[in-house]
């Protein structure tokens, strides 16, 4: 019988291992704890209309989601939007002002960030390529550009405060900007969940790979360095000889499942809001850098704001968000021509991440994707360099599967079966 890839997970990283797994000509079988796959992706429901946790961005130089949007004939659902620079709102003049996000950009005095200078431009030259990690706000050095520039960009990148984000790990992001033609936005003309998510799974299903839910992973049984059983609650599933695991789970279920393994364990939260609102009929994509760094997304029938490292305010009552936050985003809604009243506050789902991206600072080394279990193989954002993004996922899951493929070490069946009744 042909060995079976197992993958524990079904999140944008299992998703992604399972079909470059079947892709290959895997036998491929996906466990899922919640009745949904798709993760921190996954559809949510409000007020009639679907969206996602947040307001999911990639980039043009996202090269394996590109990729993978391709394979999955989803590619036209992605549209790039802001050409002309990302729309950053000043709540003090109510206007409008574009920034490129490319440095090439930069050239163009319109698309400038306001405040730079040559000496500004230097520092931050440096940290990109500076090899020693500090914390990014020390790597300001006082530099009042750099303080302001910087602190809400690793917010947005790392998803970590400034004070204990990673200067090194906020450099490899920065890089990737650096790339002609890599920073342009795309966002999904109906949702990440309907433009990503369900396109994946419906391939899969071409595939005829099975999707189990509700399998939540209790336990792993091995014996000689190998996984031998996968135990969901009460059941157990046997592995036969030659089978393979990929675990794409969050960081801290591989802490649960493995104690000795050295994960990442601390981790910054995120908070958005949808509001039932009409918009315009492309998306449109805007930040506000205060009071606190949030950025919109406005769809035809929903606003969706998204506020990074949100630490200071997840405990905040979700009313008094909600209401908060729409005075924040409704005069830039008015002065992109979309009349609301900031005092009358639509119906809004607020979503709390509390664990929503590993905490990317400098203490926190990244675990491999190797195990010390023979035929297990670890996936999932958080093994990558920045573990904010659906790049980082896609990327880790297509890995996962390449090493399960080519994996030749498998314990011969009798060794399987003798060490059961010792267990």
């Not at 391709?70 to 939007?81: D, H, M, S, T, V």
């Not at 119906?347 to 203490?363: F, G, L, P, S």
Request: glycine share 6%; proline share 8%; hydrophobic share 45%.
């Amino acid at each position: 019988m042909k060995p079976v890839i197992h993958i524990v997970g079904g999140g944008i990283a299992g998703l992604s291992a399972a079909l470059a797994a079947c892709e290959r000509g895997a036998n491929v079988v996906i466990y899922e704890a919640s009745p949904y796959v798709g993760g921190r992706c996954r559809p949510l429901i409000s007020d009639d209309f679907p969206h996602g946790q947040g307001a999911h961005l990639i980039l043009s130089g996202d090269t394996h989601v590109l990729a993978l949007l391709e394979r999955i004939g989803a590619r036209q659902r992605w549209i790039e939007i802001e050409r002309d620079g990302l729309p950053i709102y000043d709540s003090g003049s109510s206007l409008f002002r574009r920034v490129g996000l490319s440095p090439w950009s930069w050239f163009n005095k319109r698309l400038r960030p306001e405040g730079l200078t040559t000496a500004a431009l230097l520092q931050l030259l440096h940290l990109i390529v500076h090899r020693k990690d500090r914390p990014v706000l020390e790597f300001a050095n006082g530099n009042p550009f750099l303080q302001t520039f910087i602190g809400p960009v690793s917010e947005v990148l790392l998803n970590t405060p400034p004070q204990r984000a990673s200067s090194r790990k906020l450099a490899h992001v920065l890089q990737r900007f650096l790339r002609p033609g890599a920073a342009h936005l795309l966002v999904a003309n109906e949702g990440i969940a309907a433009d990503l998510v369900m396109p994946i799974f419906s391939r899969l299903r071409q595939f005829k790979a099975p999707l189990r839910t509700a399998m939540r992973l209790t336990a792993i049984e091995e014996y000689d360095r190998q996984a031998i059983a996968l135990i969901f609650g009460r059941k157990r599933l046997l592995l036969e000889s030659g089978d393979q695991v990929i675990l794409a789970l969050p960081s801290r279920e591989i802490g649960r499942l493995f104690p000795g393994l050295n994960v990442p364990l601390t981790f910054e939260p995120i908070l958005n809001a949808h509001f039932t609102h009409p918009g315009p009929e492309t998306p449109r994509f805007f930040t506000i850098p205060s009071p606190t760094m949030h950025w919109v997304v406005a769809r035809k029938t929903h606003v969706s704001v998204t506020v990074p490292a949100a630490e200071a305010i997840i405990d905040d009552n979700a009313d008094d968000l909600g209401r908060r936050l729409w005075r924040n985003v409704a005069p830039a809604l008015c002065t992109l021509g979309y009349p609301v009243d900031p005092e009358h506050k639509p119906a809004v789902q607020v979503v709390k991440e509390r664990r929503a991206t590993i905490r990317q600072d400098r203490a926190k080394p990244l675990a491999t994707q190797t195990m010390p279990l023979a035929n297990v193989t670890l996936a999932g954002d958080w093994l990558e360099q920045n573990s904010t993004t659906i790049e980082s996922a896609v990327r880790s899951g297509e890995t996962a599967a390449l090493l399960s493929i080519r994996s030749t070490t498998a314990l011969d069946p009798a060794t399987f079966m003798g060490a059961i009744p010792h267990l």
